[in-house]
């Protein structure tokens, strides 16, 4: 068997909640399409609600071998735990962060900077 990952979209209504303990309140949904007897395509749906509303979608398909049979259940529990740790991921990749960027070195940020950046 092999799952695959091809698509990922999370929409967020509010930031982060700041200094606070996050807590998931889930629903989640898995469809599955079948496109032949060994290809299945899968949208994994993610939502929590309360005070943090957030959605996760992960689309994908998953190839079974010949031997094997398609279980559901199964396959609706891995996936969800996968999408649950990409949830995850993605609020840490997406909270807020203050950068702050002083002018001492105004040459750092120069169009030759970057154009050397871009040489292969």
């Avoid at 559901?72 to 995850?88: A, G, H, T, W």
């Avoid at 990749?93 to 960027?101: A, K």
């Amino acid at each position: 068997m092999e799952i695959h990952i091809e698509k990922v979209g999370l929409i967020r209504l509010n930031p982060n909640p700041k200094n606070k303990q996050l807590t998931l309140n889930l629903d989640w949904s898995v469809d599955y399409e079948n496109t032949d007897q060994k290809v299945l395509n899968y949208d994994c749906i993610l939502k929590n609600y309360g005070s943090f509303d957030i959605k996760l979608k992960v689309e994908g398909r998953i190839i079974l071998e010949e031997y094997e049979k398609f279980q559901k259940e199964l396959f609706s529990q891995i996936l969800v735990k996968k999408s649950s740790d990409i949830l995850m991921e993605m609020i840490n990749l997406t909270r807020q962060h203050v950068y702050e960027i002083k002018n001492e070195n105004e040459t750092t940020f120069s169009k030759a900077f970057f154009e050397n950046q871009l040489i292969n």
